[in-house]
């Protein structure tokens, strides 16, 4: 059994390595720890790259938020623009819940034209790969529509846009979207992302083929990085990594903020050979992807050098094609749940449920839970 470990980094451990650049004098996302900087040899003049680029982002994120809010009149800009307190940035769910679980403007109310800014908002502020951030909220939209022609509750135009605070790079504000199977929370403050937990990603059905004949399966990166994780694991290892109790659901969803356990469980990485530590890692990243490039490649760098202190474990199998089937990544920061659930529309299926939380920093670590 691994000890017990509580794993709780106080807020300092979050903080920027001091940097400078052009602009004035600018830190560096949380993400990037001066020991993680350490730990991968990074130079006083790639940390000042990553500050440059990411107060880029930031910026890029501001203008588009602001050019959104330019299309709104005065009462739809009121939907948007809310206070970022603890009540309005814990309100997602993965259920189709609509405006009963949710703050912010639905996109069913919005015209084309301010439907085209409100998805620019979400393209600035998230990644650009292949089946990750920005890519695959479109596809989990997408996904929304296809169940939405057989079933009723279901479509893209249920999903909310919310701005938590006022959009800037000063002050602190929140990106706050989602829908059924969605939640993006992306917290910045005075000009840095500050967090970009809990993210919240689902889908039914798995894969599927539109009517024009395009194929989707947005969430088959991390289901088959998870699966690769675990083929790598000995008899033994597996045996050390099985958890003794049943998941339907992954444990830290919606309204759990907070809830970490106090133990970590399971196989600790430190046990693993280097190539099963790599394993670990591009488990991590397609979740840490919901962020935009240079946040997410810190945030990837800062969960690197805390693998010896992460854990892996799962129950079920290790397929990852039946019911109950699940998987834990649970470090100093990162926090990662995968499960397998029968399908609700499509009951012949699994779909897929996983979160993505930050021991830290959810919410920017704006909340205490």
């Not at 990085?225 to 969803?253: H, I, N, P, R």
Request: net charge negative.
């Amino acid at each position: 059994m691994p000890e017990n470990n509580t794993h709780r980094r106080s807020k300092n451990r979050w903080k920027k390595a001091g940097v400078a650049f052009a602009a004035g004098s600018a830190l560096l996302f949380g993400a990037v720890y001066v020991n993680a900087n350490a730990a991968t040899g990074s130079s006083t003049s790639e940390v000042s790259a990553d500050a440059a680029a990411t107060a880029d982002s930031v910026s890029d994120v501001v203008t588009a938020a602001n050019t959104f809010l330019a299309t709104l009149d005065e009462d739809q800009q009121a939907e948007v623009l809310l206070d970022f307190t603890e009540a309005n940035a814990t309100a997602w769910s993965n259920l189709p819940c609509g405006s009963a679980c949710r703050v912010g403007i639905a996109f069913s109310s919005l015209s084309d034209e301010q439907l085209t800014a409100a998805k620019a908002v979400l393209k600035a502020a998230t990644g650009t790969a292949t089946d990750t951030g920005y890519d695959q909220i479109s596809q989990i939209l997408a996904a929304d529509d296809y169940l939405g022609e057989t079933a009723s509750g279901y479509g893209s135009g249920n999903y909310y846009l919310a701005f938590l605070g006022t959009p800037g790079t000063s002050g602190t504000w929140q990106l706050h979207f989602g829908g059924h199977h969605l939640a993006v929370n992306l917290t910045y403050k005075d000009g840095e992302v500050e967090g970009t937990t809990p993210y919240f990603v689902g889908v039914e059905p798995t894969s599927w083929t539109d009517d024009d004949g395009t194929s989707y399966a947005p969430m088959a990166g991390m289901h088959d990085a998870m699966l690769a994780l675990l083929a790598g694991l000995s008899t033994s290892e597996l045996t050390e990594a099985k958890l003794s109790e049943s998941f339907s659901d992954v444990l830290l969803g919606p309204d759990d903020d907070g809830d970490f356990p106090t133990t970590k469980e399971g196989l600790a990485v430190s046990e693993l050979t280097d190539d099963q530590q790599e394993l670990v890692l591009n488990a991590i990243e397609p979740w840490v992807d919901v962020a935009d490039d240079t946040t997410a490649a810190s945030v990837l760098s800062t969960y690197k050098s805390e693998l010896d202190e992460t854990y892996i474990s799962y129950s079920g199998g290790t397929d990852l094609d039946t019911q109950g089937d699940y998987v834990r990544i649970d470090g100093p920061g990162v926090w990662i749940e995968f499960v397998c659930q029968d399908g609700v529309v499509y009951q012949n299926q699994i779909h897929y449920h996983t979160v993505y939380r930050d021991h830290s920093t959810d919410y920017g670590g704006e909340f205490s839970f």
